[in-house]
């Protein structure tokens, strides 16, 4: 099983960054994507199911950040727009075979596998 972040890099507030994830070695039910900030403790970002109209947010992101995912090719992307420096941080995608109800999908144990992180950093 592997999960491959990339699509990370600096960018100018305000600006747009578009992260990828491909999965490899399993059929996922449910991704997410996690942030670790320097110094801080590892935070949900968003999750998706395999047939999810409704992605689940965590607030300080939502309405800025997209997740979705395409099941054929098993990958899963976070679209993120109108960024803050204060979204600076390390961005893990994980993954788990189960399709959780979204009570669970914010928390990291729910998840089996995780990728190796992605370096975002918002700065002028």
């Known amino acids: 099983v592997q999960l491959q972040a990339s699509g990370g890099g600096l960018v100018q507030p305000g600006g747009s960054l578009r992260l990828s994830c491909a999965a490899s070695?399993?059929?996922?039910?449910?991704y997410a994507w996690f942030r670790q900030a320097l110094g801080k403790e590892r935070e949900f970002v968003a999750a998706?199911?395999?047939?999810?109209?409704?992605?689940k947010y965590a607030d300080s992101v939502k309405g800025r950040f997209t997740i979705s995912r395409d099941n054929a090719k098993n990958l899963v992307y976070l679209q993120m727009s109108s960024l803050k420096p204060e979204d600076t941080a390390v961005y893990y995608c994980?993954?788990?075979?189960?399709?959780?109800?979204?009570?669970?999908?914010?928390?990291?144990?729910?998840?089996?596998?995780w990728g190796q992180g992605t370096q975002v950093t918002v700065s002028s």
């Open positions: 998706i199911r395999r047939s999810d109209r409704h992605p």
């Open positions: 994980a993954a788990t075979t189960r399709t959780w109800n979204t009570g669970t999908m914010n928390s990291q144990n729910a998840y089996d596998d």
């Open positions: 070695g399993r059929t996922f039910g449910t």
